[in-house]
């Protein structure tokens, strides 16, 4: 059974920083993108930011020079460091892994349940 936790959600004031964090657990033979989307009231769900196995990232316009996506491979743990918060970026924030699980031989897309940020103005 594979699993996906994230925490490091919270309430912060505009310009302020949170750390979030997602950890996989369970048999994991190996994970190749690591992503974090998120999903603010009234709105679609949206890509934030996403990193390869190889090191290689990618960010939406709106975070660009703000957030930075990081992993430890060796942890299964995906980070997202969220710098000069706006209250635009209020949302759910949710982590997403492409891996392949033990006994399987193709990637599979696996979800985290969220956690909420809060940025006040």
């Known amino acids: 059974q594979v699993q996906l936790v994230e925490s490091g959600g919270g309430l912060v004031q505009a310009g302020g920083t949170l750390r979030l964090s997602c950890a996989g657990s369970g048999s994991i033979l190996r994970i190749n993108t690591m992503a974090w989307h998120r999903q603010a009231p009234g709105k679609q769900r949206e890509l934030v930011a996403v990193t390869t196995n190889g090191g290689s990232t990618n960010y939406a316009d709106s975070v660009k020079g703000r957030f930075t996506i990081s992993r430890d491979n060796a942890k299964n743990t995906v980070y997202l460091q969220m710098n000069s918060l706006k209250p635009e970026d209020t949302a759910v924030y949710y982590c997403?892994?492409?891996?392949?699980?033990?006994?399987?031989?193709?990637?599979?897309?696996?979800w985290g349940k969220g956690t909420l940020v809060t940025v006040s103005s």
């Open positions: 997403n892994a492409n891996l392949i699980a033990h006994g399987t031989y193709y990637g599979v897309d696996y």
